[in-house]
């Protein structure tokens, strides 16, 4: 049989657009796999020109999901430009909105996006399989996903007046401060968050065990993983160092200041898609295909910031026998467990004094020419690099978006999941979703790496060698 090409267009249930292209052998196996980001990304480039403090305002613009995150990066860029460092109550009221982004980002993958297929099956008709599909079947675990975003909702709202694109982290600090009726009335979600993230744990476990074989193999592979812990190895989603661990657990670099980043991370230009494929440079490419994200940051950290959550983290890590996780399906594990530790953080800094100071930030002009600002972004480590002129002016403006990192490893799961499950060109549509599962394993924003909106229907092509269309399938 000649080689052909199977062509998912786009996938779903994801944010941004995007195709996956299966390439069978004569054998009718899959033989590659490749995923196509199809949207054009040019933020960097119409931010040059403007003035370096503008940034924490203009990038949160990128993403409708993770704006806190990029404002953290830019404004952490900008202060290095600046030469300042933020006040205390600050930084608790910035930690406070990140992580309300986190948890309220988490539970729209978890409960809205992948849920569908752990509660209807894979193969279930996928006209109910959906987030409606789940308000009709089981409006618990919907309401519960949107009352989780809401509260992450409310954190940027009680904290800077807006639900979502923020604009009180600014370079030096953050605009406003928390009043005591505003802390009064986030504390009391607290309960119910803390619910919420036990049954998405409960329903993860319950699917888990029925399922344990095949899940542990779900586009499960070897790379090296990158999150930023503190110096004795502790999760961190604000601040720290860069670790890197490899597949067997061994440390590869440690405790990189971020601004070096550079140093570590280059990346490779790939013919069939927009996002490049960014590696660890000491291994060079493929040797140095890393991941980040829930999954990575909780493979490098030795251990969690608060009980729950390290309860939890102690039976994740127990799965890999010593070795860090390396199926995919785990990402939403590694998401729960996150969950758990965002909210129980929250509840640590929300009755902290400093909290309602009223010192919330430091001034200055442009000190120096080039910064580099970096924050644990919900799909993983994100980077903001800026220079400036004399003026203050942008004259290069570089954003490593965690999901352009997860990259190669996409590719790599979409690969091993459709070795596994599809046989041929004649593709049952369960096989299908579980390729687009292994995708959503690792919740990719494309529109924010990307930097583009849209909607996103669904056309499945298989082609013969000459590029002629054998089959469509639309949904």
């Known amino acids: 049989m000649a080689d052909k090409t199977i062509v998912i267009h786009p996938v779903t249930r994801v944010e941004g657009h995007a195709k996956i292209t299966l390439v069978l052998g004569d054998d009718g196996r899959v033989a590659d796999a490749r995923f196509h980001v199809e949207e054009f990304r040019g933020f960097e480039k119409f931010c040059e020109g403007r003035h370096f403090t503008e940034m924490p305002i203009i990038t949160p613009r990128i993403c409708g999901i993770c704006p806190v995150s990029h404002a953290v990066a830019s404004a952490k860029a900008c202060e290095n430009i600046m030469a300042v460092e933020v006040p205390p109550t600050a930084t608790l009221l910035r930690r406070l909105m990140h992580l309300g982004q986190m948890f309220s980002s988490h539970a729209l993958s978890f409960f809205h996006l992948s849920s569908p297929d752990f509660l209807f099956g894979w193969d279930s008709d996928p006209a109910s399989r959906n987030i409606l599909g789940i308000a009709e079947k089981f409006p618990d675990v919907a309401r519960r996903g949107i009352r989780l975003r809401k509260f992450g909702q409310e954190l940027s709202s009680r904290l800077s007046g807006k639900k979502i694109h923020t604009g009180a982290v600014v370079p030096g600090g953050v605009t406003q401060a928390l009043t005591e009726e505003n802390r009064a009335a986030l504390l009391a979600w607290i309960p119910e968050a803390k619910e919420s993230v036990e049954v998405a744990l409960g329903l993860y476990k319950k699917y888990w065990d029925a399922n344990r074989k095949e899940m542990e193999a779900f586009a499960r592979f070897d790379t090296l993983y990158l999150g930023t812990v503190k110096p004795d190895g502790t999760h961190e989603l604000y601040d720290g ?48 295909v890393y991941r980040v994200g829930p999954l990575a940051r909780l493979n490098v950290a030795t251990k969690m910031p608060t009980p729950r959550a390290q309860k939890e983290f102690e039976n994740f890590r127990s799965m890999g026998g010593g070795r860090p996780i390396g199926s995919s399906f785990a990402f939403h594990h590694a998401r729960i467990i996150e969950m758990m530790t965002s909210v129980e953080q929250v509840e640590m800094i929300l009755n902290d004094p400093l909290v309602t100071l009223n010192d919330l930030r430091a001034e200055a002009g442009r000190n120096r020419s080039e910064g580099v600002g970096c924050s644990e972004a919900p799909r993983g480590t994100l980077f903001h690099h800026y220079t400036v002129d004399v003026h203050g002016i942008l004259t290069g403006v570089n954003l490593l978006i965690a999901t352009g990192q997860n990259n190669p490893a996409m590719n790599r799961a979409v690969l091993e999941v459709a070795k596994t499950y599809v046989h041929g060109a004649d593709v049952k549509e369960g096989a299908l979703n579980r390729v687009e599962g292994a995708i959503r394993c690792y919740d990719p924003c494309l529109s924010c790496s990307t930097h583009a909106v849209g909607a996103m229907p669904l056309l499945l092509e298989i082609q013969d060698p000459a590029g002629r269309v054998l089959r469509q399938i639309k949904r």
């Open 241 to 288: 160092k860069l670790r890197w661990v490899d597949a067997e657990g061994k440390v590869a670099a440690d405790q990189v200041d971020p601004a070096r980043f550079a140093e570590f991370i280059a990346e490779r230009p790939l013919a069939y898609s927009y996002l490049k494929a960014p590696y660890f440079k000491p291994l060079g490419y493929p040797g140095g």
